[in-house]
């Protein structure tokens, strides 16, 4: 097992956002969806980028990712620049973007071809992640055989087989049922609890932030800005059904009712 | 089972439909023979050998066009859909190609090489790169941008890229381009062989323009039933494996 050991024991990322902008230029008009936007994350926390639509949220992940340039400031990861994707920081979008054409075996396998690894090693790491995520009976499945919360296990796999430095996940929870998205919520925080992955998640639902993250950021649109943070200090794993999850809830859902009355 | 013996029993109501035209309709047997004197003259053709030399030399002289017109086409057409320059260029001029019926070549064709196989495969080629470009492009262009993202972030770039995200990921529009060419190759060929008179190889479009040179309609009839039959069986053995290998991991193909 050294190679599994080596991969799961490198340490997590530092990343710091420093005075991001971000313009989106059309014919006609120029758009602000970033200004000025600074955020510092932690070795293996779990932040919530949270706000309305429209708020730069996705935006600035995509920054962080390396896929949009920024045009004003920059993102260092582990101190180094974000220059391009480069494949530390991976991303889970809301729709899996799964590859039709792969098994999901072969969608797990997919990121590992680059990193200098045995095809042993390679299937080794595939195996372990598809477990991690309780997908092993399913790994010559295809995408469309595949239920909406399976497909997102399967993106959550192919996403952590790599050792990314950072998880970036855009909304991956917004387009399943209720019953599923809870399920995976739990399931989440015991993967993120043995992996110990930075995790930034973006996310409208505010139960979903309370319940994931260390901390929460709050954004606001036009342009997108960070407006307030909650520092979250419940014990995990934490069931979103609570009363303590609810209360907290209940405290950024007041302060991004006062953020949109400051807005309109 | 099912499905052969439905398509059996249509095939065969068609044929006898055929059989009492001819009985009840009163029309010469010159210009439309019962099926049996088709058949005769198919059992004839086949057993003095000149209807399998002719679908040789036709089949021959289309795969190597088709080849050639593919081998082509459908890196035109994934260079074509990376850019807007490209696709105001290439692409517009594969558009042109693609809407000029393959017979206007024929002409040009005939000037350039004279009555030759090169003259042939010309049609041919021209007949099949402009549809090959159209579909590929256009299938390049329709392939979600979010699969490049994602393999991006994988660190997936350039080259890797291409081989192991876009490639596959179009393979469905790969596919329906080349059944595109297939059929635009089959059609210039036949134009190609029923216009150009050359002596190193009887096609059946010669066959069949003899056929009308001689007033021979069971002939002419009998050589458009076997162009026919081919086209489906190519179809089969070239393409439906490739579409039932993507119809099982794309999820597509049944229509409930």
Same mark, same amino acid.
């Given at each position: 097992?050294?190679?599994?050991?080596?991969?799961?024991?490198?340490?997590?990322?530092?990343?710091?956002?420093?005075?991001?902008?971000?313009?989106?230029?059309?014919?006609?008009?120029?758009?602000?969806?970033?200004?000025?936007?600074?955020?510092?994350?932690?070795?293996?926390?779990?932040?919530?980028?949270?706000?309305?639509?429209?708020?730069?949220?996705?935006?600035?992940?995509?920054?962080?990712?390396?896929?949009?340039?920024? #045009? @004003?400031?920059?993102?260092?990861?582990?101190?180094?620049?974000? +220059? $391009?994707?480069? %494949? /530390? *920081?991976?991303?889970?979008?809301?729709?899996?973007?799964?590859?039709?054409?792969?098994?999901?075996?072969?969608?797990?396998?997919?990121?590992?071809?680059?990193?200098?690894?045995?095809?042993?090693?390679?299937?080794?790491?595939?195996?372990?992640?598809?477990?991690?995520?309780?997908?092993?009976?399913?790994?010559?499945?295809?995408?469309?055989?595949?239920?909406?919360?399976?497909?997102?296990?399967?993106?959550?796999?192919?996403?952590?087989?790599?050792?990314?430095?950072?998880?970036?996940?855009?909304?991956?929870?917004?387009?399943? #049922? @209720?019953?599923?998205?809870?399920?995976?919520?739990?399931?989440? +925080? $015991?993967?993120? %609890? /043995? *992996?110990?992955?930075?995790?930034?998640?973006?996310?409208?639902?505010?139960?979903?932030?309370?319940?994931?993250?260390?901390?929460?950021?709050?954004?606001?649109?036009?342009?997108?800005?960070?407006?307030?943070?909650?520092?979250?200090?419940?014990?995990?794993?934490?069931?979103?059904?609570?009363?303590?999850?609810?209360?907290?809830?209940?405290?950024?859902?007041?302060?991004?009712?006062?953020?949109?009355?400051?807005?309109? | 089972?099912?499905?052969?013996?439905?398509?059996?029993?249509?095939?065969?109501?068609?044929?006898?439909?055929?059989?009492?035209?001819?009985?009840?309709?009163?029309?010469?047997?010159?210009?439309?023979?019962?099926?049996?004197?088709?058949?005769?003259?198919?059992?004839?053709?086949?057993?003095?050998?000149?209807?399998?030399?002719?679908?040789?030399?036709?089949?021959?002289?289309?795969?190597?066009?088709?080849?050639?017109?593919?081998?082509?086409?459908?890196?035109?057409?994934?260079?074509?859909?990376?850019?807007?320059?490209?696709?105001?260029?290439?692409?517009?001029?594969?558009?042109?190609?693609?809407?000029?019926?393959?017979?206007?070549?024929?002409?040009?064709?005939?000037?350039?090489?004279?009555?030759?196989?090169?003259?042939?495969?010309?049609?041919?080629?021209?007949?099949?790169?402009?549809?090959?470009?159209?579909?590929?492009?256009?299938?390049?262009?329709?392939?979600?941008?979010?699969?490049?993202?994602?393999?991006?972030?994988?660190?997936?770039?350039?080259?890797?890229?291409?081989?192991?995200?876009?490639?596959?990921?179009?393979?469905?529009?790969?596919?329906?381009?080349?059944?595109?060419?297939?059929?635009?190759?089959?059609?210039?060929?036949?134009?190609?062989?029923?216009?150009?008179?050359?002596?190193?190889?009887?096609?059946?479009?010669?066959?069949?323009?003899?056929?009308?040179?001689?007033?021979?309609?069971?002939?002419?009839?009998?050589?458009?039933?076997?162009?026919?039959?081919?086209?489906?069986?190519?179809?089969?053995?070239?393409?439906?494996?490739?579409?039932?290998?993507?119809?099982?991991?794309?999820?597509?193909?049944?229509?409930?």
């Amino acid at each position: 097992m050294s190679t599994m050991d080596a991969l799961v024991a490198a340490p997590a990322a530092k990343l710091a956002v420093e005075h991001v902008s971000k313009w989106y230029r059309t014919t006609r008009a120029s758009v602000q969806a970033l200004d000025d936007v600074d955020l510092a994350v932690n070795e293996g926390e779990f932040v919530c980028l949270l706000g309305p639509s429209g708020c730069g949220k996705s935006t600035l992940l995509d920054i962080i990712a390396g896929l949009t340039p920024p #045009d @004003g400031g920059r993102v260092l990861a582990d101190d180094v620049l974000v +220059q $391009g994707p480069g %494949g /530390r *920081r991976l991303v889970m979008f809301q729709e899996s973007a799964l590859f039709p054409w792969l098994n999901v075996f072969g969608n797990v396998m997919f990121g590992l071809r680059r990193l200098g690894l045995n095809a042993a090693q390679r299937r080794e790491i595939a195996e372990y992640h598809l477990n991690l995520v309780g997908l092993a009976k399913f790994k010559k499945a295809y995408v469309h055989e595949l239920s909406g919360g399976m497909k997102q296990r399967a993106a959550l796999a192919r996403s952590l087989a790599p050792d990314p430095r950072v998880l970036l996940m855009d909304e991956p929870f917004a387009a399943l #049922d @209720g019953l599923t998205r809870e399920q995976l919520y739990f399931d989440l +925080q $015991g993967i993120w %609890g /043995r *992996r110990k992955k930075t995790i930034i998640l973006v996310t409208h639902n505010v139960r979903e932030a309370a319940c994931l993250g260390d901390r929460v950021v709050l954004m606001s649109p036009s342009p997108g800005r960070i407006r307030e943070e909650f520092a979250i200090d419940l014990p995990r794993p934490r069931d979103i059904n609570t009363a303590e999850v609810a209360a907290i809830a209940q405290r950024i859902t007041s302060a991004l009712r006062g953020l949109s009355c400051n807005v309109s | 089972m099912q499905r052969i013996l439905i398509t059996s029993a249509f095939f065969a109501a068609l044929i006898a439909l055929w059989k009492a035209g001819t009985v009840v309709g009163g029309w010469s047997p010159v210009l439309l023979p019962p099926p049996e004197a088709v058949a005769e003259y198919l059992w004839g053709a086949l057993k003095d050998g000149s209807l399998l030399e002719a679908s040789l030399v036709t089949l021959k002289r289309l795969l190597i066009g088709y080849a050639i017109g593919v081998l082509i086409g459908l890196p035109l057409g994934l260079v074509t859909s990376t850019s807007e320059i490209f696709q105001d260029t290439i692409g517009a001029l594969a558009l042109g190609l693609q809407t000029l019926p393959s017979v206007c070549w024929i002409p040009l064709a005939l000037l350039w090489f004279g009555q030759t196989e090169s003259a042939m495969l010309f049609v041919v080629i021209m007949g099949t790169v402009g549809s090959v470009v159209i579909a590929t492009s256009t299938g390049a262009r329709s392939i979600p941008p979010i699969y490049a993202r994602v393999a991006r972030t994988m660190g997936s770039e350039g080259l890797d890229k291409w081989t192991r995200v876009i490639l596959p990921a179009s393979l469905p529009f790969l596919v329906t381009g080349m059944k595109q060419g297939w059929a635009f190759a089959w059609r210039s060929l036949m134009a190609a062989e029923i216009y150009v008179t050359i002596l190193t190889g009887f096609g059946l479009g010669h066959l069949l323009h003899y056929g009308r040179e001689l007033s021979a309609m069971d002939q002419v009839i009998g050589i458009m039933l076997v162009i026919i039959v081919i086209g489906l069986l190519a179809d089969k053995a070239l393409f439906a494996p490739w579409e039932r290998f993507m119809h099982r991991r794309w999820g597509t193909g049944v229509v409930k």
